[in-house]
């Protein structure tokens, strides 16, 4: 079955430190992988993907599928950091497509 | 472009009612999938539509239902409603020929079964 996993409920960090949330996924096929934010009082928004490799808002996020792995990370966290990060598997059933969310991760970076 | 609308933005129902909620997708989108979102947890995939049908859908009773409209807007509808339907309903939008097929979120309607 397909899964994804937040270990870590909340993650609390000082501004200037490095950031890593966690996310395993369980899928058996080649898997499409997402980072969506949700700031507060905003709708949630995709962050990044894993197929664009490319860093948002100094965030990135690697694919590794041999420990099953997106964990996305910050060199240095900063308090506009502050929000829920969902990981997030597609799966696709033909040509429409479904995401599977973690149970999220909530950021706080303190000053 | 306001992006993908709901409404209402708030409901309060009673269990055994029934309710309706709205989408409106954002410009251009031809897909709607909702989702649920209860406290403390992610969304949780309800079911998608395109082309006015039903193509895929979660683990979800048949209470949930659902429509696609010819201008791609959409409802969801649950009937018979217990305490355990008390969730953040969000909508998304995406165009299926779009190059990633990104999934647009709406703010949500919360319901609360009393």
């Known amino acids: 079955a397909q899964r994804v996993t937040q270990p870590e409920k909340l993650l609390s960090v000082f501004k200037g430190a490095p950031v890593e949330l966690k996310c395993n996924y369980s899928y058996s096929g080649s898997p499409e992988l997402f980072w969506y934010v949700q700031y507060s009082r905003q709708r949630l928004q995709l962050l990044l993907r894993?197929?664009s490799r490319e860093s948002i808002k100094g965030f990135t996020a690697d694919l590794n599928k041999g420990e099953t792995s997106f964990h996305l990370k910050k060199p240095f966290a900063q308090e506009e950091d502050s929000a829920m990060y969902y990981c997030a598997l597609r799966f696709y059933g033909g040509a429409t497509n479904k995401l599977i969310f973690g149970t999220g991760t909530l950021l706080a970076v303190q000053p | 472009d306001a992006g993908v609308t709901q409404s209402p933005t708030h409901l309060i129902k009673t269990r055994g009612q029934q309710v309706t909620l709205r989408c409106s997708p954002k410009s251009g989108h031809d897909t709607v999938s909702w989702y649920q979102q209860a406290l403390g947890q992610g969304p949780q995939f309800i079911f998608q539509y395109y082309e006015e049908e039903e193509r895929q859908r979660g683990n979800f009773p048949d209470r949930f239902s659902g429509h696609q409209f010819p201008n791609y807007s959409s409802e969801l509808n649950v009937n018979a409603l217990l305490l355990g339907d008390s969730a953040l309903y969000l909508c998304a939008s995406s165009f299926i020929g779009g190059a990633g097929n990104e999934q647009f979120f709406g703010p949500g309607t919360r319901l609360t079964v009393l």
């Open positions: 894993h197929i």
